[in-house]
């Protein structure tokens, strides 16, 4: 059995909704989070291959799971990881976890309601911001907040890309009884364009995303590393702007993205913001004092 590296879909970092490891990141830590997304990148290319058995995919994902954990060394991205996670002395506990949110990608198609889809999250999405956490030293406290935001990065994704995910996986993130409660059925998410009831689906689960996004807003000003925060910030910022633009268009039938030119003119207008009250809330006390 070949590399799974082989496999990859040939999609990169720089291809996602979100940054991962831009130039806010200060340099030292951006090589132990790079190497976390190669490895949960050919991860997830594992788990959406289109020719790929399940049971040849759960091999996979067996087997980078066993690199991660020095079991073997036939899986590059997980043997990269396993020597990252050493010399900073992390758990592999974040990788694992997303590991078996991938073991479900392959196993469960369907999500009953909201709870189901926010457990799988859970897994495939919350260990991610915890693990940049903790790459930074961040304490625990700041988990729930983060655990929020990448759901609702989740879900955001889960909703540009539902069509697709039906289509080419047979794989469908919108809960069922949301679905439901608007006279439809997963069907609808094969057609070219969606209906005012298939809108109103997805302004609930947009309503829920906007809960999580009030949620997680508290992140970027917890966090003590300033740069850190910077890209919360942004990452906050485009995902509200993400929803703003679901509401607003159809996924059935349009490519619902922000440009590279609104991502940047966002990206650095909170990153800008987060700077600002990061000097202002190290400057108050003595300010304060001074008076």
Known sequence: MSASAELRSGKGSSDENFPVASFLIRPRHRPAILAFYEFVRVADDIADHATLTPAEKITRLDRLEASLLGQNDKEPQGAALRNVLRAHGLSPLHAQHLLRAFRQDVTKLRYANWDELIGYCQFSAMPVGRYVL????????????SDALCAALQIINHLQDCGKDYRDLDRVYIPLDALGA???????????????????????????????????????????????????????????????????????????????TVMLLTVASAAAGALSRKLWMRAAPAVAAAN
């Open 134 to 145: 903790d790459v930074h030293g961040e304490s625990q406290s700041t988990w729930p907040a």
């Open 182 to 260: 608007n006279g439809l059925t997963v069907d609808i998410l094969d057609q070219a364009q969606g209906t005012p009831a298939f809108k109103r689906c997805l302004n609930g689960l947009l309503d829920g995303t906007s809960a999580l996004l009030v949620q997680s807003r508290p992140l970027a000003t917890m966090v003590n590393d300033t740069r850190l925060a910077m890209e919360i910030a942004a990452i906050q910022k485009l995902a509200e702007r993400l929803v703003g633009v679901l509401r607003k268009h159809d996924p059935l039938s349009e490519k619902v993205h922000l440009s590279k």
